[in-house]
């Protein structure tokens, strides 16, 4: 998943004495809503959340007996092998030649041509620079990729998800679960509190990074799977919570590869203050917690605003403010604004030399500031200028950006809900939808945006708190509504909820029922 952030808080730290489970994925926002919410039932059988089309059960949710949520881990599964081609009728692989798998496929285009494609497969995978291009030298690159193996028993996994009544049924389901490997979060009525991630993650040989396209000879081939037993895990810590948000999530040594890259740690730095903060937390703290805005990017910011110096009369005024201001990423907040796009102009810094996307990263961006990076010399200009200089002048940029009047962060942040078709043509004004928000990439209510534009495709998809004390006090919320259909009044109804922070009750029985719909199979 893009991003999300979940967490569960053991009894000894909740005002009911049993667990609290929290969970929101982030993914793209559109419309129809990603996720449906249903309660299933069925004899011995009874579990409720979001659903997913195509898979047969709850995705993220509780049963009567057990609570569950997921983010993304991040695991690396994917592998690039560059093959010795032979004449394109075969290539090389451990010392002979292999012949080529090939598929054709036929897309049908309505209104156009079919669009006929050659595909070509090998050990590894399937040859993708015959679509992406050959790499330099022209030999082809084949894919190594987990979720591209033939047995997949994903939907197995959640079934017995669906069914677990205790941690011990609930990581059996999961040894049946391949990818995309997921941070799972567990609580029980019990009390018991857990983490798994579960996953299909690669044994490379020494010196095999996963980072590099790699000789596809055979010399670097995986050595099968982490098995089972050494998947990371952990059941009833000693802190009382447990908390991931694409965060590192493995101990110092532990011993197998997951990945070499994770998010920024700031969201789940927050939500562990957030924990912190209380001897006892209540479900109503929690559903406080999913929707915090507070900025640890400005925390982190904060003293390079306040080490300016030399500045216009105008970018003072605003520094000053700017250092007056609780750093909380409200859509109502001016100040926002003006953080927010000074923060963007600064990770224009080094575009030309090494990347924009590399410096929209704060630990490296604040790095560079701290250390003095020759980068923050400007070449067009004869003055040598310093870090300093340079997040000077990025402020002035900001603030020309923005004109004499900055607009409240609500006015140009806003979550877009775009149609995949309709969007396109004269009837996205009766589909598409467009809300203020607030929050920022770093903000536990996660509000990434398009540097240009401050508009926010990805966001909370999903939001649910289970109250194991009483599953019936549960809530859940997603953006949009139940329907896809733009006649219907429930299109997009939830999605005032969603903006506003509120929730539907996550009941399983003594909830009213308004129409019932049966349906049986063909005979």
Same mark, same amino acid.
């Given at each position: 998943?893009?991003?999300?952030?979940?967490?569960?808080?053991?009894?000894?730290?909740?005002?009911? &004495? *049993? %667990? $609290?489970?929290?969970?929101?994925?982030? /993914?793209?926002?559109?419309?129809?809503? !990603?996720?449906?919410? #249903?309660?299933?039932?069925?004899?011995?059988?009874?579990?409720?959340?979001?659903?997913?089309?195509?898979?047969?059960?709850?995705?993220?949710?509780?049963?009567?007996?057990?609570?569950?949520?997921?983010?993304?881990?991040?695991?690396?599964?994917?592998?690039?092998?560059?093959?010795?081609?032979?004449?394109?009728?075969?290539?090389?692989?451990?010392?002979?030649?292999?012949?080529?798998?090939?598929?054709?496929?036929?897309?049908?285009?309505?209104?156009?041509?079919?669009?006929?494609?050659?595909?070509?497969?090998?050990?590894?995978?399937?040859?993708?620079?015959?679509?992406?291009?050959?790499?330099?030298? &022209? *030999? %082809? $690159?084949?894919?190594?990729?987990?979720? /591209?193996?033939?047995?997949?028993?994903? !939907?197995?996994?959640? #079934?017995?998800?669906?069914?677990?009544?205790?941690?011990?049924?609930?990581?059996?389901?999961?040894?049946?679960?391949?990818?995309?490997?997921?941070?799972?979060?567990?609580?029980?009525?019990?009390?018991?509190?857990?983490?798994?991630?579960?996953?299909?993650?690669?044994?490379?040989?020494?010196?095999?990074?996963?980072?590099?396209?790699?000789?596809?000879?055979?010399?670097?081939?995986?050595?099968?799977?982490?098995?089972?037993?050494?998947?990371?895990?952990?059941?009833?810590?000693?802190?009382?919570?447990?908390?991931?948000?694409?965060?590192?999530?493995?101990?110092?040594?532990?011993?197998?590869?997951?990945?070499?890259?994770?998010?920024?740690?700031?969201?789940?730095?927050?939500?562990?203050?957030?924990? !912190?903060?209380?001897?006892?937390?209540?479900?109503?703290?929690?559903?406080?917690?999913?929707?915090?805005?507070?900025?640890?990017?400005?925390?982190?910011?904060?003293?390079?605003?306040?080490?300016?110096?030399?500045?216009?009369?105008?970018?003072?005024?605003?520094?000053?403010?700017?250092?007056?201001?609780?750093?909380?990423?409200?859509?109502?907040?001016?100040?926002?604004?003006?953080?927010?796009?000074?923060?963007?102009?600064?990770?224009?810094?080094?575009?030309?030399?090494?990347?924009?996307?590399?410096?929209?990263?704060?630990?490296?961006?604040?790095?560079?500031?701290?250390?003095?990076?020759?980068?923050?010399?400007?070449?067009?200009?004869?003055?040598?200028?310093?870090?300093?200089?340079?997040?000077?002048?990025?402020?002035?940029?900001?603030?020309?950006?923005?004109?004499?009047?900055?607009?409240?962060?609500?006015?140009?942040?806003?979550?877009?809900?775009?149609?995949?078709?309709?969007?396109?043509?004269?009837?996205?004004?009766?589909?598409?939808?467009?809300?203020?928000?607030?929050?920022?990439?770093?903000?536990?209510?996660?509000?990434?945006?398009?540097?240009?534009?401050?508009?926010?495709?990805?966001?909370?998809?999903?939001?649910?708190?289970?109250?194991?004390?009483?599953?019936?006090?549960?809530?859940?919320?997603?953006?949009?509504?139940?329907?896809?259909?733009?006649?219907?009044?429930?299109?997009?109804?939830?999605?005032?909820?969603?903006?506003?922070?509120?929730?539907?009750?996550?009941?399983?029985?003594?909830?009213?029922?308004?129409?019932?719909?049966?349906?049986?199979?063909?005979?």
């Amino acid at each position: 998943m893009e991003a999300s952030n979940n967490w569960v808080i053991a009894g000894s730290r909740t005002t009911t &004495g *049993k %667990p $609290l489970l929290a969970d929101d994925p982030h /993914l793209g926002l559109g419309v129809p809503s !990603l996720w449906y919410l #249903a309660h299933l039932e069925a004899p011995g059988y009874s579990a409720i959340g979001a659903t997913l089309p195509g898979v047969p059960g709850v995705v993220i949710g509780h049963n009567d007996r057990i609570a569950w949520g997921v983010t993304n881990v991040g695991a690396d599964v994917q592998d690039l092998y560059v093959l010795e081609d032979s004449a394109s009728s075969g290539y090389r692989y451990k010392g002979r030649l292999e012949p080529y798998r090939v598929r054709n496929e036929v897309i049908k285009v309505k209104g156009e041509p079919d669009v006929a494609l050659k595909v070509r497969e090998t050990v590894y995978g399937p040859v993708i620079s015959d679509v992406a291009g050959d790499v330099p030298g &022209g *030999k %082809p $690159l084949a894919l190594r990729w987990t979720a /591209l193996d033939p047995q997949d028993r994903l !939907l197995e996994a959640f #079934a017995g998800i669906n069914r677990a009544k205790n941690w011990a049924e609930f990581t059996e389901a999961l040894s049946l679960y391949s990818t995309p490997s997921q941070n799972f979060v567990y609580a029980d009525v019990d009390g018991n509190i857990g983490y798994v991630a579960p996953g299909k993650f690669p044994i490379r040989k020494p010196g095999h990074t996963g980072l590099t396209p790699v000789p596809g000879d055979g010399s670097l081939d995986w050595q099968g799977y982490v098995p089972f037993e050494r998947w990371a895990r952990v059941l009833n810590p000693k802190e009382g919570f447990i908390v991931s948000a694409n965060n590192r999530v493995l101990p110092p040594g532990y011993p197998n590869q997951m990945s070499l890259e994770w998010a920024e740690p700031l969201r789940a730095e927050r939500i562990r203050q957030l924990i !912190l903060a209380k001897p006892k937390l209540s479900l109503e703290d929690v559903q406080a917690m999913q929707q915090d805005q507070y900025s640890l990017l400005y925390r982190d910011f904060r003293p390079l605003l306040q080490a300016l110096s030399a500045l216009s009369e105008r970018a003072s005024a605003w520094k000053a403010r700017l250092l007056a201001w609780d750093g909380n990423m409200r859509p109502d907040s001016v100040e926002a604004t003006v953080f927010q796009t000074w923060y963007t102009e600064l990770t224009r810094l080094p575009a030309k030399e090494v990347g924009q996307e590399f410096w929209d990263e704060p630990r490296y961006l604040l790095r560079a500031m701290q250390s003095g990076d020759p980068n923050c010399d400007q070449k067009e200009t004869e003055v040598v200028e310093g870090c300093l200089d340079y997040a000077a002048l990025a402020l002035d940029a900001a603030l020309d950006r923005l004109g004499d009047n900055p607009p409240a962060w609500g006015s140009v942040h806003r979550a877009v809900f775009d149609h995949p078709i309709l969007t396109n043509s004269p009837l996205r004004r009766f589909s598409d939808r467009k809300v203020a928000f607030g929050g920022d990439r770093y903000t536990v209510n996660v509000g990434p945006y398009n540097a240009k534009t401050f508009e926010q495709t990805h966001g909370p998809s999903y939001r649910h708190i289970v109250d194991l004390a009483d599953l019936n006090n549960s809530r859940f919320i997603h953006p949009m509504g139940q329907s896809g259909n733009l006649l219907s009044a429930q299109f997009d109804d939830l999605l005032p909820l969603w903006q506003k922070g509120t929730y539907l009750p996550m009941r399983t029985e003594d909830y009213p029922v308004r129409e019932r719909l049966s349906l049986e199979p063909g005979r």
